[in-house]
């Protein structure tokens, strides 16, 4: 049951995350350019890179980044068959706290089957940089 709920969250945190682009460079130095980066990474199959940019990724041992990969790329391969995948993209608007440290980033997604839905992801800045907010 905890693998499954597990395999849930992460196929919950793919649906909210992959959605997420937005113009111009990719950068740890904007949320935007943070959901960019996660895009990219998806677009590329790099699984592993999508995991290290979450909170308290740079913690983690090289054999939890492959199975947190693995089973992120289980949630990809699913979103993809239930929605023919992404079509089109656009980041909404950012929103980052007064204090400087939260930002929280709204994303529209247009899918292949033209389905629609609109998100939001939640980043932090963890030592200057930002990453999206720890699921698990």
């Not at 895009?39 to 699984?47: E, K, L, P, T």
């Not at 089973?71 to 993809?80: P, R, T």
């Not at 608007?93 to 930002?103: K, S, Y």
């Amino acid at each position: 049951m905890k693998k499954v709920n597990i395999l849930l969250g992460l196929t919950v945190a793919v649906t909210i995350l992959f959605f997420a682009a937005c113009g111009g460079g990719s950068s740890s130095s904007s949320p935007s350019g943070v959901v960019e980066a996660y895009y990219d990474a998806f677009q590329s199959g790099d699984y592993e890179g999508m995991i290290m940019l979450f909170e308290g990724s740079e913690n983690y041992s090289a054999d939890k980044v492959k199975k947190n990969a693995e089973m992120l790329k289980m949630g990809v391969e699913a979103q993809k068959k239930a929605t023919g995948g992404i079509k089109k993209f656009s980041v909404i608007e950012e929103n980052i706290d007064d204090a400087g440290d939260a930002a929280i980033v709204k994303i529209k997604t247009v899918y292949k089957d033209d389905s629609e839905e609109e998100s939001e992801m939640e980043l932090v800045k963890v030592n200057g940089k930002w990453m999206f907010k720890k699921l698990f």
